[in-house]
Protein backbone atom coordinates (compact mmCIF):
# COMPACT_ATOMS: atom_id res chain seq x y z
CA UNK A 1 0.00 0.00 0.00
CA UNK A 2 3.01 2.46 0.87
CA UNK A 3 4.02 2.02 -2.28
CA UNK A 4 0.76 2.60 -4.48
CA UNK A 5 0.88 5.73 -2.09
CA UNK A 6 4.25 6.80 -3.34
CA UNK A 7 3.64 5.83 -6.91
CA UNK A 8 0.25 7.97 -6.70
CA UNK A 9 1.90 11.12 -5.01
CA UNK A 10 4.40 11.36 -7.72
CA UNK A 11 2.15 11.52 -10.15
CA UNK A 12 0.41 14.47 -8.78
CA UNK A 13 3.80 16.13 -9.83
CA UNK A 14 4.57 14.18 -13.13
CA UNK A 15 3.38 14.19 -16.24
CA UNK A 16 0.96 12.52 -17.99
CA UNK A 17 2.68 9.00 -18.05
CA UNK A 18 3.38 8.64 -14.72
CA UNK A 19 -0.23 9.79 -13.76
CA UNK A 20 -1.09 6.42 -15.70
CA UNK A 21 1.54 4.23 -14.60
CA UNK A 22 0.33 5.48 -11.56
CA UNK A 23 -3.01 4.28 -12.21
CA UNK A 24 -1.86 0.71 -13.44
CA UNK A 25 -0.15 0.75 -9.89
CA UNK A 26 -3.29 1.35 -8.23
CA UNK A 27 -5.51 -1.08 -10.63
CA UNK A 28 -3.50 -4.07 -9.50
CA UNK A 29 -3.20 -3.58 -5.77
CA UNK A 30 -4.92 -6.32 -4.11
CA UNK A 31 -7.07 -6.38 -0.64
CA UNK A 32 -4.11 -8.27 1.47
CA UNK A 33 -1.55 -5.63 0.39
CA UNK A 34 -3.32 -2.88 2.43
CA UNK A 35 -3.43 -3.08 6.66
CA UNK A 36 -6.33 -4.15 7.74
CA UNK A 37 -8.91 -1.46 8.97
CA UNK A 38 -9.64 -1.37 13.23
CA UNK A 39 -13.63 -1.83 13.76
CA UNK A 40 -15.00 0.67 15.40
CA UNK A 41 -15.82 -1.57 18.87
CA UNK A 42 -11.80 -1.53 18.88
CA UNK A 43 -11.24 2.00 18.25
CA UNK A 44 -14.55 4.18 19.71
CA UNK A 45 -14.54 7.71 18.01
CA UNK A 46 -13.58 10.25 20.76
CA UNK A 47 -16.90 11.58 22.74
CA UNK A 48 -16.92 15.02 22.50
CA UNK A 49 -18.11 16.44 26.25
CA UNK A 50 -21.01 17.94 26.74
CA UNK A 51 -21.65 21.10 25.96
CA UNK A 52 -24.79 23.75 26.59
CA UNK A 53 -26.64 23.37 22.87
CA UNK A 54 -24.37 20.33 21.34
CA UNK A 55 -25.13 16.85 22.70
CA UNK A 56 -28.01 16.79 24.96
CA UNK A 57 -28.47 14.41 27.95
CA UNK A 58 -31.99 13.83 26.58
CA UNK A 59 -32.37 13.94 22.75
CA UNK A 60 -35.81 14.90 22.11
CA UNK A 61 -36.81 16.48 18.29
CA UNK A 62 -38.05 19.66 17.94
CA UNK A 63 -39.63 18.84 14.31
CA UNK A 64 -42.30 16.72 15.23
CA UNK A 65 -45.36 16.90 17.75
CA UNK A 66 -45.96 14.75 20.24
CA UNK A 67 -49.25 12.75 21.07
CA UNK A 68 -50.20 13.25 25.06
CA UNK A 69 -49.00 9.75 25.93
CA UNK A 70 -45.42 10.65 24.04
CA UNK A 71 -45.16 13.91 25.50
CA UNK A 72 -45.90 12.31 29.63
CA UNK A 73 -43.06 10.09 28.34
CA UNK A 74 -41.20 12.94 27.46
CA UNK A 75 -41.55 14.70 30.43
CA UNK A 76 -40.47 11.18 32.51
CA UNK A 77 -37.13 10.91 30.52
CA UNK A 78 -36.05 14.40 31.59
CA UNK A 79 -37.20 14.24 34.94
CA UNK A 80 -35.01 10.71 35.40
CA UNK A 81 -32.16 12.39 33.48
CA UNK A 82 -32.38 15.39 35.87
CA UNK A 83 -33.60 14.21 38.95
CA UNK A 84 -32.01 17.74 40.40
CA UNK A 85 -34.05 20.11 38.78
CA UNK A 86 -37.00 18.02 37.83
CA UNK A 87 -40.37 16.40 39.88
CA UNK A 88 -43.33 15.65 38.26
CA UNK A 89 -46.57 15.47 40.25
CA UNK A 90 -50.14 15.14 38.75
CA UNK A 91 -52.06 18.03 40.23
CA UNK A 92 -55.53 16.22 39.22
CA UNK A 93 -57.30 14.56 36.28
CA UNK A 94 -59.02 15.42 33.77
CA UNK A 95 -63.08 14.59 32.36
CA UNK A 96 -61.97 11.78 30.80
CA UNK A 97 -59.75 10.70 33.74
CA UNK A 98 -56.27 12.03 32.40
CA UNK A 99 -53.50 13.12 34.35
CA UNK A 100 -52.67 16.76 34.78
CA UNK A 101 -49.15 16.40 35.12
CA UNK A 102 -46.88 18.77 36.46
CA UNK A 103 -43.12 19.76 35.93
CA UNK A 104 -41.67 20.93 39.16
CA UNK A 105 -38.30 22.82 37.74
CA UNK A 106 -36.07 23.65 40.82
CA UNK A 107 -32.60 23.79 41.41
CA UNK A 108 -33.09 22.05 45.16
CA UNK A 109 -29.95 22.42 46.10
CA UNK A 110 -30.65 26.45 46.74
CA UNK A 111 -34.07 25.82 48.14
CA UNK A 112 -37.09 24.33 48.14
CA UNK A 113 -39.53 25.49 45.06
CA UNK A 114 -42.01 27.01 47.70
CA UNK A 115 -39.23 29.03 49.10
CA UNK A 116 -38.79 31.37 45.86
CA UNK A 117 -40.80 32.84 43.36
CA UNK A 118 -42.34 30.81 41.09
CA UNK A 119 -43.74 30.61 37.46
CA UNK A 120 -46.48 29.22 36.33
CA UNK A 121 -46.48 28.36 32.79
CA UNK A 122 -49.05 25.76 30.66
CA UNK A 123 -50.44 24.86 27.14
CA UNK A 124 -53.05 23.43 25.99
CA UNK A 125 -55.90 24.40 27.40
CA UNK A 126 -57.50 24.14 23.83
CA UNK A 127 -57.01 20.34 22.41
CA UNK A 128 -56.04 21.75 19.14
CA UNK A 129 -53.62 24.18 20.17
CA UNK A 130 -50.85 20.83 19.86
CA UNK A 131 -47.71 23.64 20.18
CA UNK A 132 -48.59 25.43 23.16
CA UNK A 133 -47.69 21.62 24.55
CA UNK A 134 -44.75 21.53 22.66
CA UNK A 135 -43.72 24.83 24.01
CA UNK A 136 -44.04 23.77 27.39
CA UNK A 137 -42.28 20.64 27.45
CA UNK A 138 -39.13 22.60 24.98
CA UNK A 139 -38.81 24.98 27.91
CA UNK A 140 -38.40 22.05 30.49
CA UNK A 141 -35.86 20.21 28.54
CA UNK A 142 -33.76 23.27 27.11
CA UNK A 143 -33.60 24.37 30.67
CA UNK A 144 -32.16 21.23 31.95
CA UNK A 145 -29.51 20.81 28.85
CA UNK A 146 -28.33 23.94 29.64
CA UNK A 147 -28.41 23.88 33.13
CA UNK A 148 -24.74 25.47 33.29
CA UNK A 149 -25.37 28.75 31.87
CA UNK A 150 -24.30 31.38 34.03
CA UNK A 151 -28.09 32.87 33.46
CA UNK A 152 -29.68 29.95 33.57
CA UNK A 153 -27.68 28.65 36.69
CA UNK A 154 -28.78 32.21 38.73
CA UNK A 155 -32.33 31.89 37.34
CA UNK A 156 -32.78 28.26 38.37
CA UNK A 157 -31.11 28.98 41.81
CA UNK A 158 -33.60 32.21 42.03
CA UNK A 159 -36.87 31.00 41.02
CA UNK A 160 -38.61 27.95 40.63
CA UNK A 161 -41.03 27.42 37.66
CA UNK A 162 -44.31 25.10 37.67
CA UNK A 163 -45.21 23.74 34.10
CA UNK A 164 -48.55 22.20 32.75
CA UNK A 165 -47.54 20.75 29.46
CA UNK A 166 -51.10 19.91 28.66
CA UNK A 167 -54.01 21.88 30.45
CA UNK A 168 -56.68 19.80 28.50
CA UNK A 169 -55.08 16.83 27.65
CA UNK A 170 -58.74 14.89 26.49
CA UNK A 171 -58.82 17.64 23.67
CA UNK A 172 -55.40 17.00 22.85
CA UNK A 173 -55.45 13.20 22.48
CA UNK A 174 -58.60 12.97 20.70
CA UNK A 175 -56.77 15.47 18.44
CA UNK A 176 -54.13 13.26 17.47
CA UNK A 177 -55.90 9.83 17.96
CA UNK A 178 -59.70 10.89 16.01
CA UNK A 179 -60.05 12.45 12.49
CA UNK A 180 -59.85 16.19 12.70
CA UNK A 181 -60.28 19.61 11.09
CA UNK A 182 -57.45 22.52 12.28
CA UNK A 183 -60.13 23.68 13.86
CA UNK A 184 -61.90 20.87 16.08
CA UNK A 185 -61.32 19.40 19.17
CA UNK A 186 -60.68 22.76 20.73
CA UNK A 187 -62.58 21.95 23.85
CA UNK A 188 -62.45 19.04 26.23
CA UNK A 189 -64.33 15.73 26.25
CA UNK A 190 -67.57 16.42 28.31
CA UNK A 191 -70.61 15.42 26.38
CA UNK A 192 -73.07 18.64 26.04
CA UNK A 193 -75.97 19.16 24.19
CA UNK A 194 -74.71 21.37 21.67
CA UNK A 195 -77.95 21.13 19.29
CA UNK A 196 -80.40 21.44 21.96
CA UNK A 197 -82.35 18.10 21.45
CA UNK A 198 -82.32 16.02 24.63
CA UNK A 199 -79.25 13.92 23.34
CA UNK A 200 -75.11 14.65 23.60
CA UNK A 201 -72.67 13.87 21.28
CA UNK A 202 -74.87 12.21 19.18
CA UNK A 203 -73.90 13.64 15.29
CA UNK A 204 -70.39 14.05 15.06
CA UNK A 205 -67.90 14.92 11.61
CA UNK A 206 -67.31 11.12 10.27
CA UNK A 207 -63.88 10.63 8.27
CA UNK A 208 -65.92 8.98 4.99
CA UNK A 209 -63.41 7.48 2.99
CA UNK A 210 -60.94 6.43 6.10
CA UNK A 211 -57.93 8.59 5.10
CA UNK A 212 -57.77 9.86 8.67
CA UNK A 213 -58.71 13.39 7.66
CA UNK A 214 -61.72 15.37 8.11
CA UNK A 215 -61.94 16.97 4.53
CA UNK A 216 -64.14 19.68 3.55
CA UNK A 217 -67.62 18.48 1.19
CA UNK A 218 -68.80 19.98 -1.36
CA UNK A 219 -71.25 19.34 -4.41
CA UNK A 220 -71.92 20.24 -7.55
CA UNK A 221 -74.74 23.15 -8.29
CA UNK A 222 -75.29 25.87 -10.97
CA UNK A 223 -77.00 27.43 -8.40
CA UNK A 224 -74.00 27.12 -5.80
CA UNK A 225 -72.83 30.00 -3.52
CA UNK A 226 -69.30 29.66 -4.84
CA UNK A 227 -67.07 29.19 -8.18
CA UNK A 228 -63.70 28.09 -8.58
CA UNK A 229 -61.01 30.80 -8.85
CA UNK A 230 -59.80 31.11 -12.12
CA UNK A 231 -56.05 31.62 -11.06
CA UNK A 232 -56.05 28.81 -8.76
CA UNK A 233 -59.48 25.76 -9.19
CA UNK A 234 -58.27 24.19 -6.37
CA UNK A 235 -59.63 27.43 -4.34
CA UNK A 236 -63.23 28.17 -4.16
CA UNK A 237 -64.59 32.18 -4.28
CA UNK A 238 -67.88 33.56 -3.21
CA UNK A 239 -70.02 34.19 -6.22
CA UNK A 240 -71.28 38.12 -7.33
CA UNK A 241 -74.69 38.72 -7.26
CA UNK A 242 -76.05 37.56 -10.26
CA UNK A 243 -73.34 35.38 -11.29
CA UNK A 244 -73.72 31.60 -11.87
CA UNK A 245 -72.42 29.23 -9.08
CA UNK A 246 -70.73 26.33 -9.53
CA UNK A 247 -70.11 24.66 -6.13
CA UNK A 248 -72.12 24.08 -2.76
CA UNK A 249 -69.98 24.21 0.23
CA UNK A 250 -71.14 21.55 2.97
CA UNK A 251 -68.97 21.43 5.90
CA UNK A 252 -66.69 19.29 7.29
CA UNK A 253 -67.22 15.29 6.44
CA UNK A 254 -69.50 13.74 8.25
CA UNK A 255 -73.42 12.29 7.70
CA UNK A 256 -76.70 13.03 9.46
CA UNK A 257 -76.43 10.52 12.41
CA UNK A 258 -79.95 11.01 13.96
CA UNK A 259 -81.55 12.07 11.26
CA UNK A 260 -82.54 15.63 11.95
CA UNK A 261 -81.76 17.01 8.51
CA UNK A 262 -77.99 18.65 9.65
CA UNK A 263 -74.99 17.48 9.39
CA UNK A 264 -72.52 17.27 12.27
CA UNK A 265 -74.13 19.33 14.60
CA UNK A 266 -73.23 17.93 17.81
CA UNK A 267 -69.63 16.40 17.57
CA UNK A 268 -67.68 15.69 20.99
CA UNK A 269 -67.57 18.17 23.92
CA UNK A 270 -68.69 21.60 22.93
CA UNK A 271 -67.32 23.64 25.77
CA UNK A 272 -64.41 26.06 26.09
CA UNK A 273 -61.86 25.39 28.85
CA UNK A 274 -60.78 29.29 28.15
CA UNK A 275 -63.77 30.49 29.44
CA UNK A 276 -64.59 28.76 32.94
CA UNK A 277 -62.62 31.00 35.02
CA UNK A 278 -64.10 32.87 38.18
CA UNK A 279 -63.14 36.03 36.86
CA UNK A 280 -65.83 38.52 35.10
CA UNK A 281 -67.43 35.39 34.08
CA UNK A 282 -70.28 35.52 32.12
CA UNK A 283 -72.90 31.94 31.46
CA UNK A 284 -73.63 30.60 28.13
CA UNK A 285 -76.12 32.65 27.19
CA UNK A 286 -73.66 35.51 26.91
CA UNK A 287 -70.37 33.30 26.47
CA UNK A 288 -70.81 30.78 24.05
CA UNK A 289 -68.78 27.83 25.41
CA UNK A 290 -68.91 29.04 29.16
CA UNK A 291 -70.31 25.93 31.55
CA UNK A 292 -73.03 26.35 33.76
CA UNK A 293 -70.98 27.83 36.82
CA UNK A 294 -67.83 28.94 37.15
CA UNK A 295 -64.47 26.33 37.37
CA UNK A 296 -67.56 23.76 35.96
CA UNK A 297 -64.51 21.71 35.07
CA UNK A 298 -62.32 19.29 36.90
CA UNK A 299 -59.03 20.19 34.68
CA UNK A 300 -60.02 24.43 35.93
CA UNK A 301 -60.61 23.56 39.56
CA UNK A 302 -57.01 22.06 39.52
CA UNK A 303 -55.21 24.77 38.51
CA UNK A 304 -57.19 27.39 40.80
CA UNK A 305 -56.57 25.16 43.67
CA UNK A 306 -52.63 24.87 42.95
CA UNK A 307 -52.35 28.51 42.42
CA UNK A 308 -54.35 29.44 45.70
CA UNK A 309 -51.97 27.03 47.25
CA UNK A 310 -48.83 28.29 45.90
CA UNK A 311 -49.17 31.87 46.90
CA UNK A 312 -44.97 32.20 45.47
CA UNK A 313 -46.35 32.29 41.95
CA UNK A 314 -45.70 35.88 40.72
CA UNK A 315 -45.69 35.28 37.20
CA UNK A 316 -47.94 33.13 34.05
CA UNK A 317 -47.93 32.42 30.86
CA UNK A 318 -50.41 30.86 29.26
CA UNK A 319 -49.31 29.06 25.45
CA UNK A 320 -52.12 29.34 22.94
CA UNK A 321 -52.49 28.50 18.88
CA UNK A 322 -52.24 31.22 16.14
CA UNK A 323 -52.24 34.82 15.53
CA UNK A 324 -48.76 36.27 17.11
CA UNK A 325 -49.79 38.04 19.53
CA UNK A 326 -48.63 38.71 23.20
CA UNK A 327 -51.83 39.09 24.61
CA UNK A 328 -52.63 40.94 27.93
CA UNK A 329 -56.50 41.83 29.73
CA UNK A 330 -59.09 43.09 30.50
CA UNK A 331 -61.05 40.29 28.55
CA UNK A 332 -64.02 42.92 28.75
CA UNK A 333 -64.80 46.16 28.29
CA UNK A 334 -67.03 46.42 31.23
CA UNK A 335 -64.31 45.42 33.39
CA UNK A 336 -62.62 48.33 32.94
CA UNK A 337 -59.41 49.49 32.98
CA UNK A 338 -56.08 48.09 34.94
CA UNK A 339 -54.71 50.01 37.67
CA UNK A 340 -52.02 52.58 35.88
CA UNK A 341 -48.70 50.98 37.42
CA UNK A 342 -49.65 47.41 36.45
CA UNK A 343 -50.53 47.97 33.10
CA UNK A 344 -47.01 50.28 32.37
CA UNK A 345 -45.42 47.19 33.96
CA UNK A 346 -47.50 44.58 31.78
CA UNK A 347 -46.72 47.00 28.69
CA UNK A 348 -42.85 46.69 28.99
CA UNK A 349 -42.70 43.05 29.32
CA UNK A 350 -45.23 42.96 26.32
CA UNK A 351 -42.84 45.40 24.20
CA UNK A 352 -39.40 43.35 24.82
CA UNK A 353 -41.57 40.31 23.94
CA UNK A 354 -41.71 41.98 20.86
CA UNK A 355 -38.31 42.28 20.22
CA UNK A 356 -37.30 39.13 21.06
CA UNK A 357 -40.75 37.69 18.73
CA UNK A 358 -40.46 39.20 15.30
CA UNK A 359 -44.07 39.78 14.03
CA UNK A 360 -45.36 38.92 17.27
CA UNK A 361 -47.92 41.98 18.31
CA UNK A 362 -48.45 43.27 21.85
CA UNK A 363 -52.15 43.56 22.45
CA UNK A 364 -55.00 43.67 24.87
CA UNK A 365 -57.41 41.25 24.75
CA UNK A 366 -61.05 43.05 24.35
CA UNK A 367 -59.37 46.44 22.75
CA UNK A 368 -57.76 44.25 19.87
CA UNK A 369 -59.07 40.83 19.68
CA UNK A 370 -62.73 40.13 20.71
CA UNK A 371 -64.08 40.14 24.30
CA UNK A 372 -63.15 37.06 26.60
CA UNK A 373 -64.98 36.42 29.65
CA UNK A 374 -63.60 33.94 32.07
CA UNK A 375 -60.45 33.65 30.77
CA UNK A 376 -57.52 32.38 32.43
CA UNK A 377 -55.39 34.68 32.49
CA UNK A 378 -57.68 37.33 33.30
CA UNK A 379 -58.61 35.29 36.02
CA UNK A 380 -54.69 34.44 37.49
CA UNK A 381 -54.22 38.87 37.40
CA UNK A 382 -57.52 40.42 38.39
CA UNK A 383 -58.26 37.35 41.17
CA UNK A 384 -54.71 36.71 42.26
CA UNK A 385 -52.63 39.92 41.20
CA UNK A 386 -50.31 38.12 38.83
CA UNK A 387 -49.14 39.69 36.00
CA UNK A 388 -50.06 37.31 33.47
CA UNK A 389 -49.73 36.82 29.71
CA UNK A 390 -51.21 34.62 26.92
CA UNK A 391 -49.16 34.02 23.88
CA UNK A 392 -51.18 33.06 19.96
CA UNK A 393 -48.12 30.87 18.69
CA UNK A 394 -48.02 30.90 15.07
CA UNK A 395 -48.47 33.44 12.60
CA UNK A 396 -48.76 33.25 8.73
CA UNK A 397 -46.44 35.56 8.75
CA UNK A 398 -43.87 33.11 9.67
CA UNK A 399 -44.35 31.64 6.19
CA UNK A 400 -42.63 33.88 4.22
CA UNK A 401 -40.94 35.69 6.52
CA UNK A 402 -42.72 39.03 5.61
CA UNK A 403 -46.31 40.30 5.38
CA UNK A 404 -48.89 37.86 4.10
CA UNK A 405 -51.39 38.67 0.86
CA UNK A 406 -54.39 39.04 2.10
CA UNK A 407 -58.03 38.02 0.34
CA UNK A 408 -58.18 35.44 -2.13
CA UNK A 409 -54.61 36.07 -3.08
CA UNK A 410 -53.35 35.13 0.13
CA UNK A 411 -55.36 32.46 0.01
CA UNK A 412 -53.14 31.66 -3.48
CA UNK A 413 -50.09 32.50 -2.01
CA UNK A 414 -50.37 29.84 0.97
CA UNK A 415 -51.01 27.02 -1.64
CA UNK A 416 -48.34 27.73 -3.38
CA UNK A 417 -45.83 27.73 -0.49
CA UNK A 418 -47.57 24.07 0.16
CA UNK A 419 -46.73 23.01 -3.15
CA UNK A 420 -43.51 24.70 -3.67
CA UNK A 421 -41.99 24.47 -0.08
CA UNK A 422 -43.38 21.25 1.44
CA UNK A 423 -44.11 19.96 -1.98
CA UNK A 424 -48.17 19.14 -1.17
CA UNK A 425 -47.86 18.01 2.08
CA UNK A 426 -50.68 19.55 3.61
CA UNK A 427 -53.26 20.46 1.31
CA UNK A 428 -56.03 17.30 -0.44
CA UNK A 429 -56.87 17.67 -3.59
CA UNK A 430 -61.01 17.33 -4.34
CA UNK A 431 -61.98 13.93 -5.35
CA UNK A 432 -64.85 12.44 -6.46
CA UNK A 433 -66.64 10.34 -3.46
CA UNK A 434 -70.36 8.76 -3.62
CA UNK A 435 -72.05 9.83 -0.17
CA UNK A 436 -74.31 7.76 1.61
CA UNK A 437 -77.13 10.27 1.80
CA UNK A 438 -75.99 13.00 -0.56
CA UNK A 439 -74.67 11.25 -3.45
CA UNK A 440 -72.47 12.44 -5.48
CA UNK A 441 -69.95 14.75 -3.95
CA UNK A 442 -66.09 15.85 -3.55
CA UNK A 443 -63.47 15.95 -0.33
CA UNK A 444 -60.51 17.93 -0.56
CA UNK A 445 -58.92 20.57 1.18
CA UNK A 446 -56.78 21.05 4.33
CA UNK A 447 -55.32 18.46 6.52
CA UNK A 448 -55.37 19.14 10.36
CA UNK A 449 -51.81 19.71 10.67
CA UNK A 450 -52.27 23.29 9.15
CA UNK A 451 -52.74 26.78 9.34
CA UNK A 452 -52.75 26.56 13.27
CA UNK A 453 -49.99 24.75 13.44
CA UNK A 454 -46.68 25.17 12.01
CA UNK A 455 -44.81 23.16 9.81
CA UNK A 456 -43.07 20.74 11.63
CA UNK A 457 -39.50 21.84 10.37
CA UNK A 458 -40.34 25.99 11.42
CA UNK A 459 -41.24 24.75 15.22
CA UNK A 460 -38.33 25.08 16.82
CA UNK A 461 -37.51 28.32 15.93
CA UNK A 462 -41.33 29.00 17.36
CA UNK A 463 -40.84 27.43 20.28
CA UNK A 464 -37.30 28.82 21.42
CA UNK A 465 -38.40 32.35 20.95
CA UNK A 466 -41.05 32.32 23.13
CA UNK A 467 -39.34 30.40 25.84
CA UNK A 468 -36.87 33.21 25.92
CA UNK A 469 -39.80 35.65 26.94
CA UNK A 470 -41.02 33.23 29.60
CA UNK A 471 -37.48 33.06 30.93
CA UNK A 472 -38.04 36.83 30.45
CA UNK A 473 -40.82 37.21 32.53
CA UNK A 474 -39.95 34.63 34.92
CA UNK A 475 -36.30 36.72 35.61
CA UNK A 476 -38.70 39.99 36.10
CA UNK A 477 -40.60 38.69 38.92
CA UNK A 478 -40.38 40.35 42.58
CA UNK A 479 -36.54 39.65 44.23
CA UNK A 480 -36.44 41.07 47.62
CA UNK A 481 -32.88 42.23 48.34
CA UNK A 482 -30.99 43.44 51.51
CA UNK A 483 -29.53 46.76 51.51
CA UNK A 484 -28.01 48.75 54.52
CA UNK A 485 -29.06 49.21 58.06
CA UNK A 486 -27.79 52.32 60.44
CA UNK A 487 -28.77 52.57 63.72
CA UNK A 488 -28.57 56.11 65.45
CA UNK A 489 -28.72 57.30 69.29
CA UNK A 490 -31.08 59.02 70.82
CA UNK A 491 -30.49 59.22 73.78
CA UNK A 492 -32.31 57.86 77.53
CA UNK A 493 -31.49 54.61 76.27
CA UNK A 494 -33.75 54.57 72.90
CA UNK A 495 -32.44 54.18 69.51
CA UNK A 496 -33.86 54.77 65.80
CA UNK A 497 -32.98 51.68 63.17
CA UNK A 498 -33.06 52.33 59.66
CA UNK A 499 -33.27 49.38 57.54
CA UNK A 500 -33.21 49.52 53.65
CA UNK A 501 -34.26 46.53 51.16
CA UNK A 502 -34.42 46.35 47.63
CA UNK A 503 -36.68 44.71 44.62
CA UNK A 504 -34.04 44.41 42.05
CA UNK A 505 -36.91 43.42 39.71
CA UNK A 506 -39.34 44.89 37.47
CA UNK A 507 -42.09 44.06 38.53
CA UNK A 508 -43.75 44.79 42.44
CA UNK A 509 -43.15 42.76 45.11
CA UNK A 510 -47.43 43.17 45.50
CA UNK A 511 -49.00 44.79 42.43
CA UNK A 512 -51.33 47.33 42.26
CA UNK A 513 -54.47 45.14 41.71
CA UNK A 514 -53.42 43.03 44.84
CA UNK A 515 -53.21 45.71 46.77
CA UNK A 516 -56.26 47.63 45.86
CA UNK A 517 -58.20 44.29 46.34
CA UNK A 518 -56.21 42.90 49.18
CA UNK A 519 -54.86 40.68 47.37
CA UNK A 520 -53.05 37.31 49.16
CA UNK A 521 -50.60 38.52 51.93
CA UNK A 522 -48.83 41.64 52.96
CA UNK A 523 -45.52 42.33 52.71
CA UNK A 524 -43.62 41.95 56.31
CA UNK A 525 -40.46 43.36 57.87
CA UNK A 526 -39.42 42.20 61.46
CA UNK A 527 -37.41 43.06 64.15
CA UNK A 528 -36.25 40.26 66.75
CA UNK A 529 -33.56 41.18 68.74
CA UNK A 530 -32.29 39.53 72.34
CA UNK A 531 -32.48 42.59 75.19
CA UNK A 532 -34.46 44.94 72.55
CA UNK A 533 -37.85 46.39 72.47
CA UNK A 534 -39.62 47.78 69.78
CA UNK A 535 -41.89 50.97 70.74
CA UNK A 536 -42.57 52.16 67.30
CA UNK A 537 -42.20 50.87 63.45
CA UNK A 538 -43.12 51.87 60.16
CA UNK A 539 -42.03 53.16 56.46
CA UNK A 540 -40.04 56.41 55.75
CA UNK A 541 -41.65 58.75 53.74
CA UNK A 542 -38.85 59.64 50.87
CA UNK A 543 -40.05 63.25 50.87
CA UNK A 544 -40.22 64.33 54.62
CA UNK A 545 -37.69 61.52 55.89
CA UNK A 546 -40.60 61.26 58.96
CA UNK A 547 -42.48 57.97 59.22
CA UNK A 548 -45.56 59.02 58.71
CA UNK A 549 -48.12 56.62 60.16
CA UNK A 550 -46.26 54.48 62.85
CA UNK A 551 -47.61 51.67 63.46
CA UNK A 552 -47.79 51.42 67.71
CA UNK A 553 -49.62 48.29 67.94
CA UNK A 554 -47.59 45.23 66.95
CA UNK A 555 -44.61 47.57 65.79
CA UNK A 556 -41.96 44.80 65.94
CA UNK A 557 -43.65 42.85 62.72
CA UNK A 558 -44.96 45.69 60.29
CA UNK A 559 -47.27 44.82 57.92
CA UNK A 560 -46.71 46.62 54.34
CA UNK A 561 -49.05 46.02 51.89
CA UNK A 562 -47.88 48.26 49.01
CA UNK A 563 -44.85 46.26 48.90
CA UNK A 564 -41.76 47.40 46.65
CA UNK A 565 -41.87 48.56 43.50
CA UNK A 566 -40.33 47.20 40.96
CA UNK A 567 -36.74 48.55 40.83
CA UNK A 568 -37.59 50.37 43.62
CA UNK A 569 -36.43 50.29 47.82
CA UNK A 570 -38.24 50.51 50.70
CA UNK A 571 -36.68 52.65 54.52
CA UNK A 572 -38.35 51.26 57.44
CA UNK A 573 -37.80 52.97 61.03
CA UNK A 574 -38.00 51.56 63.92
CA UNK A 575 -37.42 53.05 67.43
CA UNK A 576 -36.02 50.69 69.47
CA UNK A 577 -35.26 50.53 73.49
CA UNK A 578 -32.03 48.14 74.78
CA UNK A 579 -28.69 46.96 73.26
CA UNK A 580 -27.52 44.26 71.35
CA UNK A 581 -27.70 42.75 68.06
CA UNK A 582 -31.23 42.57 66.07
CA UNK A 583 -31.84 40.91 63.08
CA UNK A 584 -34.07 42.33 60.62
CA UNK A 585 -36.26 40.22 57.85
CA UNK A 586 -38.06 41.16 55.47
CA UNK A 587 -40.48 38.63 53.57
CA UNK A 588 -42.73 38.99 50.25
CA UNK A 589 -45.41 36.05 49.08
CA UNK A 590 -44.17 36.77 45.61
CA UNK A 591 -40.54 38.10 46.46
CA UNK A 592 -39.07 35.97 48.70
CA UNK A 593 -36.89 36.73 51.64
CA UNK A 594 -33.65 39.52 52.82
CA UNK A 595 -32.60 39.65 56.31
CA UNK A 596 -30.02 42.33 57.51
CA UNK A 597 -28.35 42.63 60.99
CA UNK A 598 -27.31 45.45 62.77
CA UNK A 599 -25.71 46.13 66.15
CA UNK A 600 -27.96 48.59 68.81
CA UNK A 601 -25.05 50.15 71.06
Same mark, same amino acid.
Given at each position: ??????????????? #?????????? &????? /???????????? =???????????????????????????????????? #??????????? *??????????? !??????????????????????????? @???? /????????????? =????????????????????? *??????? /???????????????????????????????????????????????????????????????????????????????? $?????????? &??????????? @????? *?????? %? $????????? %????????????????????????????????????? *??????????????????????????????????????????????????????????????? +??????????? +?????? &??? !??????????????????????????????????????????????????????????? #????????????????????????????????? &??????? %? =??????????????????????????????????????????????????????????????????????????????????? #????
Amino acid at each position: MKRVLTVLALALTAG #AMVTAMASAM &IGVAT /AQERPPVPPWSE =EPPPRVPAKPGWTPRVDLRWDKYYTLDEMHAALREV #AAAFPELVTLR *SIGTSVEGRDL !LLAVVNDAASGADTEKPAFWCDGNIHG @NEVQ /AGEACLYTIWWLC =ENRELPRVKRLLAERSLYILC *SLNPDGR /AHWFDAPNTMHSSRGGKRPVDNDRDGRFDEDPPNDLDGDGELLQMRVADPNGTHKSHPDEPRLLVRVKPGERGQWRLLGS $EGIDDDGDGR &INEDGPGGYDP @NRDWP *SDWRGP %A $EQRGAGPYP %ASLPETQAVIEFLVAHPNVAGVQSFHNTGGMILRGPG *SKTFGNYPARDEQVMRALAERGEQQLPSYRSMVIWKDLYTVYGGEVNFTYEMLGITSFTNELW +SRDLYFQRDPK +SGDEGR &IER !LRWDDEVELGARFVAWKSFDHPQLGPIELGGWRKQTGRVPPPFLLQNTLHRNMAFVLYH #ADQMPLVAPGTATVNALGDGLFEIDAVFRNERM &IPTRTQR %A =EQKRIGAPDRARVAGSGIEVLSGGQVNGRTNRVDAPQMRRPADLRLPRGIHGDGAVRLRWVVRGTGQVTITYTAEKGGTATLT #ADVK
